[in-house]
């Protein structure tokens, strides 16, 4: 049994080298993908110094440029399958995504029965997060509120971008048919598994905003978001999901 992290790095030299340590440092072993975007700061080269420290565990595919985050998930899950493991991953660099919950979030799958597992900030109406701004705290709960709505998806956290996935959900979505980059390709993600009949588990984790490195989110990644989940609920009329 083979479990996997993929973290997609963008001028992360702050955190990726604490991170290597921390997911390597797990009860649970845990191999990890890094996936860079021409991080100008370095960030590669920092993993390429390290992977002589972890030969086999750690890996690294370089990128040429910001291609955003969906298509570095797909490179990645790709990879991953290519490669044979059987719990694949996905978690943020800036420890707003605590690494100790990847046990919790790999048992669901492996021990609870979900064939996906979502670090959740809002189960049971309780909204988990650290050293956010209320805006931007609104925002998100209020972004997840409208996914619901439009999806008829049954999930608290639709934004979420740590997930825990049994390697039949990977091989079951045609990943060259995903299309959203930002936040919306979280969304288009889970919608995608829970249309195939695949069950997903929400496990309450605290969210806690980075301390080191800046944030990618933008308008941009904002109206793909709003707008895409109509696009999806649409499209979604006319596929067959069996």
């Known amino acids: 049994m083979s479990n996997v992290v993929i973290i997609p790095t963008y001028n992360e030299l702050e955190n990726i ?19 860079d975007d021409g991080s100008p700061d370095g960030t590669g080269n920092k993993v390429k110094e390290l992977m002589a420290e972890h030969p086999n ?30 719990y694949i991953c996905e978690m943020d660099c800036d420890f707003s995504h605590n690494p100790e919950d990847l046990l919790r979030l ?29 805006g931007r705290v609104l925002l ?13 998806m049954r999930v608290m956290d639709t934004t979420a971008g740590f997930v825990c996935y049994k390697r039949k959900v990977l091989e079951k ?28 588990v929400e496990v ?20 793909e978001a709003f707008i895409g989940v109509m696009q999806l609920k649409f499209n979604s009329f006319f596929k067959n999901w069996k």
Not at 187 to 199: L, P, R, S, V, Y
Not at 213 to 222: A, F, H, V
Request: charged share 25%; with cysteine; glycine share 10%.
């Open 17 to 35: 080298g604490r991170m290597v340590e921390k997911v390597f440092s797990l009860d649970m072993p845990f191999d990890l993908l890094v996936i």
């Open 204 to 223: 309450p984790i605290i969210f806690t905003d980075r301390t080191a490195g800046e944030s990618k989110m933008n308008k941009g990644i904002i109206r």
């Open 140 to 152: 998100s709960y209020f972004a997840s509120m409208y996914v619901r709505f439009i999806t008829r």
């Open 173 to 200: 979505i045609n990943l060259d048919k995903i299309k959203f980059k930002g936040y919306a390709f979280q969304i288009e993600m889970k919608f995608t598994a829970i249309k195939f009949g695949f069950e997903l």
């Open 57 to 86: 565990r750690l890996h690294l595919i370089e990128r040429k440029g910001k291609l955003g985050l969906g298509t570095a998930y797909i490179t990645g899950f790709k990879w991953c399958l290519e490669k044979g493991y059987d």
């Open 106 to 134: 790999q048992k669901a799958c492996s021990e609870g029965g979900a064939d996906l597992s979502v670090g959740s900030r809002y189960v049971n109406h309780m909204v988990n997060v650290v050293n956010w701004p209320m």
